[in-house]
């Protein structure tokens, strides 16, 4: 079946051209459109969409909150929201990903990367690409932990190697590069990260480096 898609944008240009991006592809449906968060709310109970294109800065209700709104505690259907970003914008993106949000992309993407993240969102795995991780909170250093706080209770409760794997989720790795790196293999890493999730009472991989950085565990411009 088709990946249904909910456009979320107040620039009706931008919302026709991913459309025309979007429908060239025989697995993605665009099912619909909204121009600001409150709109998105009342499209994503009537549609169903399975990934919401989510643009941040909006008329209404932003996209931080139509995203906590979507993905938080009794919300009405599975959707996954993808988040909208520009380099000066960045700020907002950390507060989407606490919010919920599956991850992000920017607007300036090629066209096979916004289909790629539809895809991979869908897919229930998390948009971050390592290099715009690291650039977005390397911006944001200041408003981040400096790594000399004391580290969260629930840190302790990981075995090493799952230490190890969470550094390598909040860099923005895939599975597949987790497993090259640790030289173990992917059903190694998903377990890992089962476990991690679990442990630390996160729901996704998302979630999972926003710990990592806010715990100090990673600290922005550390490899």
Do not use: C, W
């Amino acid at each position: 079946m088709a990946v249904r898609v909910l456009l979320v944008d107040d620039q009706p240009l931008l919302r026709t051209g991913f459309r025309m991006i979007l429908e060239a592809e025989q697995d993605i449906a665009v099912v619909g459109e909204a121009g600001d968060g409150l709109q998105a709310l009342d499209q994503v109970r009537a549609l169903q969409p399975d990934v919401v294109l989510m643009d941040i800065r909006m008329p209404r209700m932003d996209g931080v909150e139509a995203t906590r709104q979507i993905t938080g505690p009794g919300r009405d259907g599975p959707a996954k929201v993808l988040v909208l970003t520009t380099f000066d914008l960045d700020e907002y993106v950390v507060e989407a990903l606490r919010a919920g949000a599956s991850g992000f992309l920017l607007k300036d993407a090629p066209a096979n990367e916004l289909v790629q993240a539809i895809r991979v969102v869908a897919a229930g795995e998390a948009m971050l690409a390592p290099s715009v991780t690291r650039r977005l909170l390397d911006k944001y250093a200041d408003h981040l932990p400096s790594g000399e706080e004391p580290v969260p209770d629930t840190l302790h409760t990981l075995t090493e190697r799952e230490v190890e794997v969470l550094k390598l989720v909040a860099r923005g790795l895939s599975n597949a590069e987790i497993a090259a790196d640790l030289f173990v293999s992917e059903t190694t890493v998903k377990t890992h990260v089962g476990h991690v999730l679990t442990k630390l009472g996160l729901r996704d991989r998302v979630q999972a480096a926003v710990y990592a950085y806010e715990s100090g565990l990673v600290r922005p411009g550390a490899q």
